[in-house]
């Protein structure tokens, strides 16, 4: 700024910085100059959008600097490193001249209060890099134990620089505040230096704190005036900081630390430089063991330079399996004295080049199950709030199971896992993993392996050789006849349970050539895929091997190579349930079809109408009666037909006089919870609909409360319905009546439904469709609530009744939910009233429910498909009829005819069937499309 006594535009200071320097200035440039109040002057001219620079008078200056600034921290790193120090300018502020503070740290203030809340703040750590990818990093600091502090490229530490100065004039912490563990910000000084920085309390020696600068990576000593609270605003963003080692690399022999030479040439080459990082391990504290490159010289790693230098050395494999913990089981040890093996097929990744198997025997099969018994006990003896790390392997609980699981990624609220002995991934809470000792884990090699079915190589992702395959295969043991035992080994499977085998590869590729075959006839085109070519190996007489099936040792495989698409976690509509992308899925097809989607052919009295032989005796529903475009409709219907410019499905787009707000479209669309308030209260107002109208006129009073956070009680003659006393005494609490079931019509009515949830054709789970909007509103008020509202009264395990509602956090968000049972102290099986889930809950996560929240009915409903069965007196639905009613019917709205109920093991379960309405010229009733697809068979009435 010298001799620009009449100032200059910011937009020549990069020109005259590249003049002068020869470089690119760096992008924090302006945020350092705003920072530099002694020695530029900074003036905003908003009405033509550009700003002026003016150099501080030697008047000015002196007045900034009257005011003495007290040295109140000292690093004790080598170096006197700040929290900054080696840190890339486009990621961190460099150090700057002295800021001068609006005050002195140690003049006394008056102390406002400041809620345990603030006091007690916590601080997340931050995501795990992911493993084996390029991650471009800086550098920000480097330890005495040759670790090395490195900040993503996308870190938050500008936002949290920006806002941290803030906190300079809030109130000092008092001692007691101070304790090991809690978060606050502590100021870093030096000659050059003044910057406010997150920490964490180490340590406190009289009014002398030490803490470690958990964006940075170093620690230091300050006085207690030197130290603020934090604001939840700053809480929200995790540590910045990423610890690290270099993969593979040891000081030399004769040095017992890392030397002073390489500290002195690593910084040479990182300080401000871009780096790649490639994470190679993850160990159980959450460091990483990476190979470091330069952006501009991405050759040759860091790690190998380093060593080619001299200055340290390459470990030797034992000493890798000393440094890195290896608590991996053997290789599992595959047969090689026979090319026929048992099998079970555990998993299909969505092509046939991809299915997960084990191997059923005394060796596999029969010492997994021991292993999973070992899994129980451990689950249920394991010790609470264990941190858990990306790759590590755990017991996870899932559907009454205990299974080994591998933490792929770490994920807000959850953990991404794949299953070692199964093949599939999914999402897990917290509550369903445990750690457990790694001599258990070596107990057994991994049984999940893939293999590639010889022969369907080029109809691998086709639809119908999907779908035969998981009917044929998926959850069966079948017999496997090894045709190469390649990287993947290639199979060949049959079912041995029938009179005679069935080549379960020569089925699916039948099954593909009549779908080929129909496909000629019925359209214009040409066959996209000939069958032709593709000849599949008869099964052999002799055991013949080729020169790969001869080993004289046992084949090892290793699990580590996991299938492609194993990290994706499985949909949540179906338990371990492999995802058939919806470009697979078979579209729905009018060919051959007449009287509204019924097969043409058919004989039986009732053709063409919705209704089964069983459902014409139905009380109030006429025999033969069709639902066309101009036969009878419930309201649903009406409005979707009601004129040309209504949408084509309900799915795509709701009807306008109904529409569903975000929250709840997005908790049917998963199943999974809304993650956070913002994203909760976010769309259109709740209960709304066409006109302004509510569907309920109770719907906007229902979830008021006052200023005072408190909702509203009920009648204050009874104790229960009355808040202020229920919500303080969980005795009272307990005696409070539970809202009932909403009521489904009586047979022969018809009434709109949203379907949320769906096993199979005979188990899925709805809600009434004029309640979506309340529902939407709940969620909405009880998030609003359960998140302001400090908890009056912690529960535990005694507390909870078995039968009686409360409220329920799941990721983030707070539902209706019963309790079914207690296990142990900690946790409980609820049913989730609204959704129909079951899950297992913390009881940290369960509260006592306000009145209000408690007005509206349980609105899921169990439901059943009326008057179809499984194909072939099978016992259970294949996978093609799960996905088929899925593609028909998840997350749409759509028109029941109600059927009766039924009792299933203590469940009830409306019986009913279910219509797309959606289109213009007809219904398509669900149960007809899966009779056509010979998924499913009638229910004959019996005479």
């Known amino acids: 700024m010298e001799g620009k006594t009449n100032g200059m535009w910011s937009t020549r200071l990069e020109v005259i910085y590249k003049e002068r320097y020869n470089e690119e200035p760096p992008p924090n440039l302006m945020y350092l100059i705003e920072k530099w109040t002694d020695v530029v002057k900074v003036e905003e001219h908003p009405d033509i959008g550009r700003t002026l620079l003016y150099p501080v008078s030697e008047e000015e200056r002196k007045k900034n600097l009257q005011t003495s600034v007290p040295k109140a921290i000292t690093s004790n790193t080598a170096g006197g490193d700040s929290p900054q120090s080696n840190t890339k300018t486009a990621t961190t502020p460099t150090a700057t001249p002295t800021a001068t503070p609006t005050s002195s740290p140690d003049r006394p203030r008056s102390q406002p209060e400041v809620s345990q809340k603030i006091k007690e703040i916590k601080i997340p750590a931050g995501e795990n890099l992911p493993l084996g990818d390029k991650v471009t990093v800086y550098m920000t600091y480097l330890g005495e134990d040759g670790s090395v502090c490195v900040q993503h490229e996308d870190s938050a530490i500008f936002q949290i620089t920006k806002q941290i100065d803030a906190v300079e004039s809030g109130p000092v912490p008092d001692l007691e505040d101070l304790q090991p563990g809690r978060f606050v910000a502590a100021l870093y000084i030096t000659e050059t230096e003044k910057l406010w920085s997150r920490a964490e309390v180490i340590s406190r020696d009289g009014t002398t704190v030490d803490v470690l600068f958990i964006d940075y990576g170093n620690s230091g000593s300050c006085s207690q005036n030197s130290i603020r609270f934090l604001t939840e605003e700053l809480a929200q963003y995790p540590m910045q900081i990423i610890y690290c080692y270099l993969d593979g690399v040891a000081p030399l022999e004769d040095a017992d630390t890392w030397s002073k030479e390489f500290k002195e040439r690593f910084a040479e080459i990182v300080t401000d430089q871009e780096l790649i990082a490639i994470t190679r391990d993850i160990s159980p504290d959450g460091t990483h063991i990476v190979d470091l490159f330069l952006t501009s010289d991405p050759s040759t790693s860091i790690n190998d330079r380093l060593v080619a230098e001299g200055i340290l050395r390459k470990l030797t494999d034992e000493e890798q399996g000393v440094v890195t913990i290896d608590d991996e089981p053997e290789e599992l040890e595959l047969p090689t004295d026979t090319n026929q093996w048992d099998i079970y097929v555990s998993f299909i990744n969505s092509s046939t080049n991809s299915v997960m198997i084990r191997l059923v025997g005394e060796k596999y099969s029969d010492k ?77 090699p991994y049984q ?39 990287e993947i080994f290639s199979i060949v499977i049959y079912d041995t349970q029938g009179a005679s085998d069935v080549n379960v590869n020569q089925e699916i590729l039948k099954a593909v050539q009549r779908e080929a075959a129909t496909s000629l006839l019925t359209s214009s085109g040409s066959n996209p895929q000939s069958t032709e070519s593709s000849p599949l190996p008869l099964r052999k007489t002799t055991d013949t091997s080729s020169k790969t099936l001869t080993s004289s040792s046992p084949q090892s495989f290793s699990p580590k190579r996991q299938p492609q698409s194993a990290v994706t976690a499985a949909t949540s509509t179906t338990s371990k349930v492999p995802t058939v992308p919806k470009s697979q899925l078979p579209s729905k097809s009018t060919e051959g079809k007449e009287n509204n989607g019924t097969d043409s052919g058919e004989t039986e009295s009732g053709e063409g109408s919705w209704e089964t032989e069983e459902e014409e005796v139905i009380e109030g529903v006429p025999a033969g009666k069709t639902l066309t475009a101009s036969g009878p409709k419930s309201p649903l219907q009406a409005k979707q037909k009601k004129t040309e410019s209504s949408p084509a499905r309900v799915t795509d787009k709701q009807p306008k006089t109904k529409q569903v707000s975000s929250p709840v479209k997005k908790l049917t669309e998963s199943l999974s919870s809304l993650s956070t308030q913002d994203s909760v209260m976010s769309g259109d107002s709740p209960g709304a609909t066409e006109g302004g109208a509510t569907q309920n006129p109770e719907a906007q009073t229902l979830y008021t409360w006052s200023s005072s ?73 009880m998030i609003e609530y359960f998140n302001s509202v400090e908890e009056k009264l912690p529960l535990t395990g005694s507390d909870l009744m078995v039968g009686q509602m409360y409220a329920g956090r799941k990721e983030g968000a707070w539902y209706r939910v019963i309790v079914k049972n207690v296990i142990q102290s900690n946790h409980a099986s609820v049913y989730m009233v609204d959704f129909g889930e079951f899950i297992v809950m913390s009881i940290e996560d369960i509260r006592l429910l306000p009145y209000c ?76 499309e899966l009779l056509e697809m010979g998924v499913a068979e009638k229910i004959r009435p019996l005479s």
């Open 368 to 444: 997994l199950e021991e292993l999973e018994k070992k899994l129980e006990e451990v689950f249920h003896s394991s010790e609470e709030d264990v941190e858990i790390a990306e790759g590590q392997v755990c017991v996870a609980y899932v559907d009454e199971l205990y299974h080994r699981v591998r933490v792929i990624k770490k994920e807000p609220l959850k953990y991404q896992c794949y299953f070692l002995d199964h093949g599939d991934s999914d999402g897990l809470v917290p509550s369903q993993l445990s750690v457990f000792d790694p001599k258990i884990n070596k107990l057994l």
């Open 448 to 486: 999940a392996f893939e293999v590639s079915l010889d022969g369907l190589e080029e109809f691998a992702e086709n639809v119908t050789t999907l779908e035969k395959l998981f009917d044929m295969a998926l959850g069966k043991t079948l017999v496997a006849e090894i045709t190469a035992r390649d």
């Open 709 to 781: 956070k408190k909702p509203p009680g009920a009648s204050k003659g009874n104790p229960s319905e009355n808040d202020e006393i229920a919500l303080v005494n969980v005795q009272v609490y307990n005696t409070r009546p539970v809202p009932k079931k909403f009521e489904i019509p009586p047979k022969g009515e018809y009434c709109d439904v949203h379907i949320i949830n769906i096993f199979d054709p005979t188990n899925f789970v709805l809600i009434p469709f004029q309640f979506m909007n309340e529902l939407d509103e709940l969620i909405r008020k």
């Open 853 to 928: 929240f408690a007005q509206l009915p349980q609105l899921a409903i169990k439901g059943k498909l009326f008057g179809i069965k499984p194909a072939k007196d099978s016992k259970v639905w294949s996978e093609a009829a799960k996905y088929k009613f899925i593609q028909m019917a998840h997350n749409k709205s759509l028109v029941a005819l109600s059927c009766g109920t039924e009792d299933v093991l203590g469940q009830e379960f409306t019986l009913m069937r279910l219509v797309d309405t959606s289109q213009q010229d007809q219904d398509i009733c669900l149960d007809d």
